[in-house]
Structures are given as C-alpha cells and as structure tokens.
C-alpha cells in the first residue's frame, strides 16, 4: 500500500507561484495514476490535475488549465504541481492522490494528509 506526503504549500500573493510536491512510498509508483485535489473551506474536495502512470497523459481541471502542471518523476517516486498565475480562489488544502483501477474497473484511492495553499489578493 501506498503512503503519500506533500510539501510545497504556503502562502503567496495573488499572481505568484508556489510548486507542490508529493513523495510516495511503499507499493509500485509507476503503477499509479497521480493526482491533485483540493478541498476549499466548507466546500467539497475537487479534482485538479492527474498525470496517467505511463506519463502519455494529463489532464486538468478547466478552472487551472494554462495556469498549473502536474508532472511525475517515476524514479523519485514523486510527482509535482507547479502552480502559477495564482489567484485567491485557489485557496485550499491540496491533497496528492494515487489510483489504481482493477480490471473490472474498480478504482483504490490512496490519500496524502494534505498541504494549505493560501492565496492573498
């Protein structure tokens, strides 16, 4: 089983950069697909980005696309959110995520502790 912890939060004013990252250990990293979600206060957690285990794919969601990169370091056992452009609506715990999908298509989410981003304006 996967254990996952991030770092890289922070705060920052509105326009800057801050990178995430999230370092695993334990299972086989490259056989996860990575992600990031982000959980706003009283809000639900949503979906950010995911990089596909075999790197080929990202994906993104509308509200961070053009401004954030997720990418994975398969060696490092450690994949990255490069976030810029910031806004304050950005603000949130950032969660790393790990996936595995069964062949019948069940999927098993691993879940780090989470990093606070904090975005002033």
């Known amino acids: 089983q996967v254990q996952l912890v991030e770092s890289g939060g922070g705060l920052v004013q509105a326009g800057g950069s801050l990178r995430l990252s999230c370092e695993a250990s334990g299972g086989t990293f490259s056989e996860y697909s990575m992600g990031w979600f982000r959980q706003a206060p009283g809000k639900e957690r949503v979906f950010v980005a995911r990089v596909s285990k075999n790197i080929g794919g990202t994906y993104y969601a509308d509200s961070v696309k053009g401004r954030f990169t997720i990418s994975r370091d398969n060696a490092n056992k450690t994949v990255y959110l490069q976030m810029n452009s910031l806004k304050p609506e950005d603000t949130a715990v950032y969660y790393c995520?790990?996936?595995?999908?069964?062949?019948?298509?069940?999927?098993?989410?691993?879940w780090g502790q989470g990093t606070q981003v904090t975005v002033s304006s």
């Open positions: 995520n790990a996936r595995t999908v069964t062949p019948s298509g069940r999927s098993n989410d691993y």
